[in-house]
């Protein structure tokens, strides 16, 4: 036999062997030694793929002892990776075995069999079998227990790193993260339920990717911040459900400061397989945002990449809130969990966010379509007995009515990131609940929602600010509303329900009407002072007249207030007192509430939700600020990044007096200044059929080139005053004013500035740019260039015109008439050239 037969031989019986292994247990196993006297390491082998290597120890002990990445050494010891299982409080590891186990060395691989520890109670049998394929290296994990038992923990495997440090954090398959800075306690655990890691750090481009293969198997994961300051990463695998351990009557913490596992216990299964899979990862390649001009890219990056995501708890819980906040809440009344999306870019957190929506349409909305307003690992914020099994309830302070626009809006948004009509038809009879349910609640029919309580005096609040008494008609909620109205109504057209549509939009327009009145008139434009107020009670009292600026803000953002001046004085007023006191970013309010329309530990001025400064509302007064003066929006979008710089954002807040960090509930919220940057400065909005694009830059910015994810196509946009360019690779469209860019196999449409459907479409396979020079009902002129240098047919398909009706059309120094057909379309077939083809059609 040839040597190279024998190799192929060799390799196949490795294989087999992952499967085949033969795993014979004894009954008569002494007692293991604990974990801190490791034995004398054994022969060693190495498996390596040229990015990866693995040096795994065989004798005594059966472990992997390093882990090196690109020559970077991330693992070093002899209890570098290694299984275990605990029960009846007794730990046995792979590290302690009760017999040497038998290596198959191969090219490819090593099969190591007969993996036995444990004792006369219980044992396990492992065999392990190590395999290069391609850029993966992986573990297969073959087990076999002598009888099934409950056990307290059971990993396969346990890995430690060199250090806490070795990692910034671990990006999880749902799209959110496990971000090490936030383990300031040792020990310290944080589990997820995700069946992939990718680890990252900031320092270096070298990053790994953890993903565990068990079919039919549920698969946990745990991170902890152990007390010789390393970072113990643990693999749990079982038939089973995998549930907290904590609190005994909630069970769903996930993150545990002190010793002590985060899960239930789970059963020891007969016979169980899974496969780890590693795979080296370029991470400056993987988060390469592009070039940013005039601001930090760098900074950005990190917090998108972190604060933006560490309000994802689980798969299936994704909110504002940290989960390493105490009591871990999610507030379903944030309306920009779905934006954050748009900022962070990440394919895996859009997909995940579409499964949480899922099981908040499932679990989170009542019968009669209230949304609860809240989640926790615990029920301690609850009112009494307002909160289901599933963890969701309503908060003690009131009833936080924006929790029903605001899943609504979450729907629409993520909708628009992802285009998913099958997805968004399966939420459209629980988003009619939710608005139906909170539309019912304008009584006395003028378009403005009323809350739950009526008057200050009930001391309850009824949205997001939930410590300050609104109440009846409050400007908060119906802003809130009215986006998520105008959002929705053009879903339930798309669905093809007119009806649906046309109320929710008449509604959103009466809703406009009455929230623009002067507050003599029963609307909440206070003439005095020039601002929207908080809110009304049922008696006509006005209250919150002191600058509440989100309220403000999403009135400008949102399109309820449209008439100039008042946005003027507005944002005027609010960069006039900004100048004043030097703040680094917008306060909540900015001047005090009145005693009596909050809670009496919120005075004096400024104090907490009476005047100190909430970085969530970055996007709505980016937005807000970015169509009037746009250099006052990138003020503040830098004054973040520098205040990222300073302290890592991560805080609930900034105290108003000297504008350090306050509160224990980290908010990913905070990064909603940079999401900003990219929705209203760079202006990339992406929506369901189109990446619209509306930038409004300053000078400073020019020359960015951003790259950026929309709907799996990797996109680069170029931006510079007056001239943005979309191009996928193919096709590059060029224009000096806003458009809508989609392109898919060899088609391209362009959407003029922002309609919502295709002014023009471009078949052809050829490489080529697109250059709009004028766009308007008289005339249309473009340039179509060649970007391979090779002349080919294209078909243009101009929309939207006048239906049967004669055209002139230029191509080239060629002129002709043509007439529309009954559709509005003309259609006709060219050559693109290098030199570039100047095409017009007007109308006669």
């Given at each position: 036999m040839k040597s190279h037969q024998k190799r192929a031989l060799l390799n196949s019986l490795l294989i087999k062997m992952a499967w085949l292994c033969s795993i014979t247990l004894t009954n008569s196993v002494p007692v293991l030694a604990t974990r801190n006297t490791l034995p004398r390491p054994g022969k060693t082998y190495v498996i390596e793929n040229g990015k990866i290597q693995l040096v795994i120890n065989c004798g005594n002990q059966a472990s992997v002892v390093s882990m090196a990445l690109n020559g970077r050494q991330v693992i070093n010891a002899p209890d570098g990776m290694y299984t275990a299982l605990n029960y009846n409080g007794k730990t046995f590891t792979s590290l302690h075995l009760l017999r040497k186990p038998a290596a198959v060395p191969g090219k490819d691989g090593i099969v190591i069999n007969n993996i036995i520890y444990g004792d006369d109670e219980l044992s396990v049998a492992e065999c392990w079998t190590f395999l290069r394929k391609g850029d993966e290296i992986v573990w297969q994990i073959a087990r076999k227990f002598s009888k099934k038992v409950a056990l307290t923990a059971n990993s396969a495997p346990v890995i430690n790193f060199k250090s806490i440090k070795t990692w910034d954090g671990a990006f999880q398959g749902y799209g959110g993260l496990a971000w090490f800075y936030l383990f300031t306690d040792k020990p310290s655990s944080y589990g997820v339920h995700s069946q992939t890691s990718r680890f990252w750090n900031s320092r270096n481009a070298d990053g790994l990717d953890v993903s565990v293969s068990s079919p039919g198997n549920k698969v946990a994961m745990t991170y902890k911040y152990t007390a010789d300051n390393r970072l113990e990463y643990t693999i749990v695998v079982s038939p089973q459900a995998i549930i907290p351990r904590l609190d005994k009557d909630t069970h769903r913490r996930l993150f545990i400061r002190g010793d002590g596992n985060v899960w239930e216990p789970v059963p020891g299964v007969n016979n169980s397989t899974q496969s780890v899979i590693f795979k080296y990862a370029n991470n400056t390649k993987r988060y390469d945002r592009g070039h940013l001009t005039g601001v930090n890219g760098k900074q950005i990056s990190a917090v998108l990449n972190t604060i933006a995501r560490i309000g994802v708890i689980d798969s299936l819980h994704y909110g504002g809130n940290s989960w390493a906040t105490p009591y871990g809440p999610i507030c379903l009344h944030e309306q920009y969990i779905a934006q954050l999306g748009l900022g962070i870019n990440d394919p895996a957190y859009l997909k995940g966010y579409k499964a949480c929506l899922d099981f908040y349409r499932d679990h989170a909305i009542k019968a009669d379509g209230r949304v609860y307003s809240r989640w926790a690992y615990s029920n301690e914020d609850a009112a009494p007995g307002q909160y289901n099994k599933y963890g969701f309830y309503e908060a003690q302070w009131g009833t936080l009515m924006d929790s029903n626009p605001d899943y609504v809006s979450n729907v629409a948004d993520l909708f628009d990131l992802t285009g998913n009509n099958n997805w968004v038809k399966g939420q459209q009879q629980a988003c009619e609940k939710a608005l139906d349910w909170i539309l019912n609640r304008d009584k006395n029919h003028n378009g403005l929602v009323?809350?739950?309580?009526?008057?200050?005096?009930?001391?309850?609040?009824?949205?997001?600010?939930?410590?300050?008494?609104?109440?009846?008609?409050?400007?908060?909620?119906?802003?809130?509303?009215?986006y998520a109205l105008s959002k929705w109504a053009k879903i339930e057209k798309l669905l093809g329900n007119i009806t649906k549509a046309e109320y929710y939009k008449n509604f959103a327009a009466k809703l406009k009407e009455s929230f623009n009145k002067p507050c003599s008139q029963g609307g909440l434009w206070d003439e005095e002072n020039n601002c929207y107020v908080h809110w009304r009670d049922k008696s006509g009292a006005i209250h919150g007249r002191n600058m509440v600026t989100p309220v403000n803000f999403m009135a400008i953002a949102y399109g309820i207030c449209d008439q100039q001046e008042r946005q003027q004085q507005i944002l005027d007023g609010i960069e006039e007192q900004m100048q004043k006191e030097k703040l680094f970013f917008w306060p909540l309010t900015l001047t005090s509430y009145e005693p009596g329309e909050l809670r009496k530990d919120q005075l004096p001025f400024p104090n907490y939700e009476n005047g100190d400064l909430f970085l969530s509302w970055g996007a709505v007064g980016v937005a807000a600020y970015a169509k009037y003066k746009p250099q006052i929006a990138l003020k503040y979008v830098k004054n973040v990044l520098q205040q990222y710089g300073n302290d890592g954002l991560a805080f609930q807040r900034y105290s108003r007096k000297d504008q350090h960090g306050q509160g224990d509930d980290i908010l990913a919220g905070n990064s909603l200044a940079i999401v900003g940057l990219y929705q209203s400065i760079y202006g990339v909005n992406p929506l369901y059929n189109r990446l619209y694009l509306d930038p409004h830059l300053t000078p400073e910015l020019a020359g960015t080139m951003l790259k950026y994810h929309y709907q799996d196509q990797l996109l680069n946009i170029r931006l510079s005053p007056g001239d943005y360019i979309i191009a996928d690779g193919r096709v590059e469209l060029r224009a000096a004013e806003k458009f809508g860019f989609y392109?898919?196999?060899?088609?391209?449409?362009?959407?003029?500035?922002?309609?919502?459907?295709?002014?023009?479409?471009?078949?052809?396979?050829?490489?080529?740019?697109?250059?709009?020079?004028?766009?308007?009902?008289?005339?249309?002129?473009?340039?179509?260039?060649?970007?391979?240098?090779?002349?080919?047919?294209?078909?243009?398909?101009?929309?939207?015109?006048?239906?049967?009706?004669?055209?002139?059309?230029?191509?080239?120094?060629?002129?002709?008439?043509?007439?529309?057909n009954s559709k509005g379309d003309i259609v006709f077939t060219d050559n693109t050239s290098a030199g570039g083809r100047k095409i017009s059609i007007t109308a006669f």
């Open positions: 009323e809350m739950m309580n009526d008057n200050q005096d009930e001391q309850k609040s009824s949205d997001w600010i939930d410590i300050v008494w609104a109440s009846y008609e409050n400007a908060f909620v119906n802003a809130k509303l009215y392109a898919t196999g060899n088609l391209l449409s362009y959407f003029d500035k922002g309609d919502e459907n295709p002014a023009m479409q471009i078949t052809g396979s050829t490489r080529y740019r697109l250059t709009i020079n004028l766009w308007t009902g008289q005339q249309k002129t473009f340039t179509i260039n060649s970007l391979n240098g090779k002349a080919q047919r294209v078909t243009f398909r101009i929309r939207a015109l006048k239906p049967l009706t004669m055209y002139s059309l230029r191509v080239g120094g060629k002129i002709s008439s043509t007439k529309s």
